[in-house]
């Protein structure tokens, strides 16, 4: 398997899974980004990784994503029925966006403090 082919599948089926989201009746499923694709060394499987920008709309979100996903998959084996395996897709989260705006916040309260500590040692010496 060539990783070229590999990745451009897995383009394909974000572009695609994408556009299928956005285009669907639920308003929760448009609330979805979808971060990257991984799909499995013998093409039969995908797993699609997304995120949700309001944390606590998470469940509703995985509940739509469960209810939706077998037309997803029928979609998904329609626009790429050339292919002579459909990979079987599944939906997990992606937390990376979350954890990367916890660290933020830390940083921010570290560099708040710092400064604080910073002003409080100029008020003592002068």
């Not at 994408?18 to 669907?24: A, G, P, R, T, V």
Request: aromatic share 8%; net charge positive; glycine share 2%.
């Amino acid at each position: 398997m060539s990783k070229l082919r590999k990745s451009r599948l897995e383009s394909a089926i974000k572009r695609e899974v994408s556009k299928y989201l956005h285009e669907m009746d639920d308003p929760r499923l448009g609330k979805i980004v979808i971060t990257y694709v991984s799909v499995s060394k013998d093409f039969h499987y995908a797993k699609i990784y997304f995120t949700v920008m309001e944390e606590d709309e998470i469940k509703e979100v995985q509940d739509a994503l469960f209810h939706a996903s077998k037309k997803i998959q029928k979609d998904i084996a329609h626009r790429f029925r050339t292919m002579r395996y459909i990979p079987l897709i599944s939906f997990h989260l992606d937390f990376s966006i979350q954890k990367g705006n916890r660290v933020l916040n830390i940083l921010d309260k570290v560099k708040e403090e710092l400064k604080e500590k910073e002003e409080d040692e100029k008020s003592i010496t002068h």
